[in-house]
Each structure stands twice: as C-alpha cells, then as structure tokens.
C-alpha cells in the first residue's frame, strides 16, 4: 500500500489516505492542514481526483476553505470524489439540538453548486455524528460527494456504519451489485416520434391471438405488446445518441467540404436529409431524457443531455428501496425486500370476509307525495315496465327494459 498524510495538531485530528498502487495509479497531489487532494488513473481506465477533507470549526475559516477548493477544481478538472468532515450541514433537517446558521448552511451550498458535486444520499442511517453527552447533539457533516462522471460510469451507493468509540460514524461508498431482477417495462415517449411506431403497434395488437377471458387475453396481449416493443427498439429505433453522432459526424464532413468544393447535388440533397434526421434525433434525445429524470425542459434553459443524465441518475438513487425494516429486522438483499414488500402489500388487499354479502329480496320504490311524506310501495316487475312505457310516451322499453324515467 502506499499513503499520504497530515499530522494532527492539538485536538485538530489530522488526514491518512491509503491506496493500492495495483488499482489506483498516483499522478499529482496537493495538500494543506484541512485536506489531501491526489489526482490519478483507477484500473487504467478512469481518471479522476480525490479529496480528503477535514473543514474547521469557524465558519469564517471554513468559507476560506471552500473558496481555495473552488480554485483547485480549475487547476485538476477530472471527475471529482470529495469527501470527509465538513462541520457543516445543507439544511436544518441534518441536525438536532442546534441553534440556526442559515449564513454557513449558505455558503456551503454554494460552494457544492460551483464545484457542481452532488451530494449521495446516505443509506442506513440519518446522522454521521453525535456529542455523546445527555442533552444529545445529532448532525450529518460527514457526506462524500461526486462530479456528474462519476454517476454515469458507476452505481455507487454510500452506507452509514455503526458509530463505536468515535463521536463519528464510518461512511462506505461501494459499487451496487445487487440483482433485483428483470426490469419492469417502461414505454419511451420518444417512440411515438418514429414514422412507423402507430402501425407498428396497430398491427402487433390485431395480429396477436391468445385465448381466454376479456383479463386474460388483455394481459397476454400486453404481455406479448411488451416483447415486441423491446426488440423493435433494437432494431428499428435504434441507438438514438449514436445515430445522432453519426449524422452529426457526416454533417460536419460535408460541411467541411463545402470549403474546399461547391458541392454535388446528391451531396446538398443529402446534407438536407442529415439535418432534418439531426433535429429529430435530437428531439428524441430531448423527450427520452427529459421523461427519464422528470425535470421540466423548458425550465432548464437549452438541451444539456449531460445535466439530465445525472438527474435521472440522481432520482434513481433517491427512490430505490436499498433496505427496509420489517418489527425490527433489517433486509438489505434484494430477494427479502421484494418478499416483504409483496406480504405488506398483500395484507393490505385481502379481504377478512369469509362470505361476501349478496343483494336480493323485494325491490322496492319510493315516492313522496304532494306533502313530502315518504312512501314505500311495492311493485311487480309487470307493473315497472307499464310505468316506464308511459313515462316515455308509450314508447317501447329498451334492449335492457328501461329507457328513462
């Protein structure tokens, strides 16, 4: 292992960052009394900078902090991986048994905004410290956080760990490799802007034919709908951002062309074609990414594909189920919380009636006459019928015996 530190000073705890040179290949490093940020390759194949952060006590101090680390984010642009103890939280409900400081919660979000980090959100448990004392502080000013690369190339999910002899929590942040299953089928509006998705779906659905009740054959019919979506997908609609990338790429070629040589008709009627195939690419792009992370388009400025893509990766972390606690018992494999959900679930919807009730007797009608008084009159099903034709103009009644009355 190799390693790199700042010793403690006083009470101040000091910083100790430890790696594998077999993983992780260091290339640059900068450090001071309140961080070590290294810069470097992981696997050959990522490269990215990590901060080890330890802000001070005063707020003061630690708005001096956030702006020197704003410098650096120009001077080591990779994908940033900051995380530490910031003594410092973004809203109020990260703390308990605190007065306000709305002026630091302020300026520390600022600070995350011009780095553009987000923050994860932390599973397992809601605050990362503890004053351990009997009128008990609580608060979350440890997090890690991460550039927008670091969420498209990775699943990671961040875990608060037990709190022993520190007043601190340990936070782990690892890669998810659970299985939870097939995906559920989710229907792309993009879809509807290809010229053969109406017919194509029109003419799946007529030509399915599957046996059993009205339910049933529905839910086959949708069932099989569903497959065949999944493969025109492949093959028809295709790889939307590498089709726009290749038209992209071909307009530009002619476009460079023009430069050097008028062009040929085939090539100007072909440059017309790429770029109505560009803008409705991109408009597919616009509509996919837009549905993936349920953020209003038209409130977002201009088409920023990366800022969405992170937001949909953001809201998928923000509402998977990562572990539950069922009287008392904790689930965190993905098999136990799809069974404990489906038993809540199911309890929720099962009837306690052993026999449901039926209706039936004499039906009876009830008039009130010219003083309001209630009468209750029974009548045959013969005598119905004759009041009903004459209600309607000694019409005959309808196929179900009843026009209006």
Same mark, same amino acid.
């Given at each position: 292992?190799?390693?790199?530190?700042?010793?403690?000073?006083?009470?101040?705890?000091?910083?100790?960052?430890?790696?594998?040179?077999?993983?992780?290949?260091? @290339?640059?490093?900068? #450090?001071?009394?309140?961080? +070590?940020?290294? /810069?470097?390759?992981? &696997?050959? %194949? *990522?490269?990215?900078? =990590?901060?080890?952060?330890?802000?001070?006590?005063?707020?003061?101090?630690?708005?001096?902090?956030?702006?020197?680390?704003?410098?650096?984010?120009?001077?080591?642009?990779?994908?940033?991986?900051?995380?530490?103890?910031?003594?410092?939280?973004?809203?109020?409900?990260?703390?308990?048994?605190?007065?306000?400081?709305?002026?630091?919660?302020?300026?520390?979000?600022?600070?995350?905004?011009?780095?553009?980090?987000?923050?994860?959100?932390?599973?397992?448990?809601?605050?990362?410290?503890?004053?351990?004392?009997? @009128?008990?502080?609580? #608060?979350?000013?440890?997090? +890690?956080?991460? /550039?927008?690369?670091? &969420?498209? %190339? *990775?699943?990671?999910? =961040?875990?608060?760990?037990?709190?022993?002899?520190?007043?601190?929590?340990?936070?782990?942040?690892?890669?998810?490799?659970?299985?939870?299953?097939?995906?559920?089928?989710?229907?792309?509006?993009?879809?509807?802007?290809?010229?053969?998705?109406?017919?194509?779906?029109?003419?799946?659905?007529?030509?399915?034919?599957?046996?059993?009740?009205?339910?049933?054959?529905?839910?086959?019919?949708?069932?099989?709908?569903?497959?065949?979506?999944?493969?025109?997908?492949?093959?028809?609609?295709?790889?939307?951002?590498? @089709?726009?990338?290749?038209?992209?790429?071909?307009?530009?070629?002619?476009?460079?062309?023009?430069?050097?040589?008028?062009?040929?008709?085939?090539?100007?009627?072909?440059?017309?074609?790429?770029?109505?195939?560009?803008?409705?690419?991109?408009?597919?792009?616009?509509?996919?990414?837009?549905?993936?992370?349920?953020?209003?388009?038209?409130?977002?400025?201009?088409?920023?594909?990366?800022?969405?893509?992170?937001?949909?990766?953001?809201?998928?972390?923000?509402?998977?189920?990562?572990?539950?606690?069922?009287?008392?018992?904790?689930?965190?494999?993905?098999?136990?919380?799809?069974?404990?959900?489906?038993?809540?679930?199911?309890?929720?919807?099962?009837?306690?009636?052993?026999?449901?009730?039926?209706?039936?007797?004499?039906?009876?009608?009830?008039?009130?006459?010219?003083?309001?008084?209630?009468?209750?009159?029974?009548?045959?099903?013969?005598?119905?019928?004759?009041?009903?034709?004459?209600?309607?103009?000694?019409?005959?009644?309808?196929?179900?015996?009843?026009?209006?009355?």
């Amino acid at each position: 292992m190799e390693y790199m530190s700042v010793d403690s000073e006083g009470s101040a705890r000091g910083l100790l960052c430890i790696w594998d040179p077999e993983i992780f290949k260091l @290339n640059g490093y900068c #450090s001071n009394r309140r961080f +070590i940020l290294f /810069s470097g390759t992981f &696997l050959n %194949s *990522f490269d990215y900078v =990590l901060l080890n952060v330890y802000a001070p006590n005063d707020a003061s101090i630690r708005n001096i902090l956030w702006e020197i680390l704003v410098k650096l984010k120009s001077i080591f642009p990779n994908p940033w991986c900051m995380g530490g103890d910031f003594n410092e939280i973004r809203n109020n409900g990260e703390r308990i048994g605190f007065s306000r400081r709305d002026k630091g919660m302020k300026e520390f979000n600022e600070f995350i905004n011009k780095c553009e980090l987000t923050d994860l959100p932390m599973l397992g448990r809601k605050y990362t410290w503890c004053n351990a004392q009997e @009128n008990e502080k609580w #608060s979350r000013i440890d997090r +890690i956080m991460l /550039s927008p690369e670091w &969420l498209i %190339s *990775f699943k990671l999910k =961040l875990w608060g760990l037990p709190r022993l002899l520190s007043d601190h929590c340990p936070l782990l942040i690892r890669k998810d490799e659970r299985d939870w299953g097939p995906k559920p089928f989710k229907f792309i509006n993009a879809w509807t802007l290809h010229p053969n998705f109406p017919s194509f779906v029109e003419n799946t659905w007529k030509e399915t034919t599957v046996r059993g009740g009205p339910g049933q054959a529905l839910l086959q019919k949708l069932k099989l709908l569903k497959l065949a979506l999944k493969k025109w997908n492949s093959e028809v609609f295709g790889n939307i951002s590498t @089709n726009l990338k290749a038209a992209e790429v071909e307009s530009h070629d002619l476009d460079i062309s023009v430069e050097e040589r008028p062009l040929l008709a085939s090539e100007r009627d072909r440059r017309r074609v790429l770029q109505n195939e560009i803008w409705k690419l991109s408009k597919m792009m616009k509509w996919m990414w837009q549905q993936k992370s349920r953020v209003n388009w038209t409130l977002n400025g201009d088409k920023n594909t990366r800022f969405f893509h992170v937001m949909a990766s953001c809201k998928q972390n923000r509402n998977i189920i990562n572990i539950i606690s069922v009287n008392g018992v904790i689930h965190k494999e993905p098999d136990t919380i799809k069974q404990e959900a489906l038993l809540h679930f199911k309890k929720q919807f099962t009837e306690d009636w052993a026999n449901r009730p039926s209706l039936g007797g004499v039906f009876k009608l009830v008039q009130v006459n010219h003083h309001f008084q209630e009468l209750e009159i029974e009548f045959s099903e013969a005598e119905i019928k004759a009041a009903i034709k004459e209600c309607n103009g000694n019409k005959a009644p309808g196929p179900d015996g009843f026009n209006l009355l």
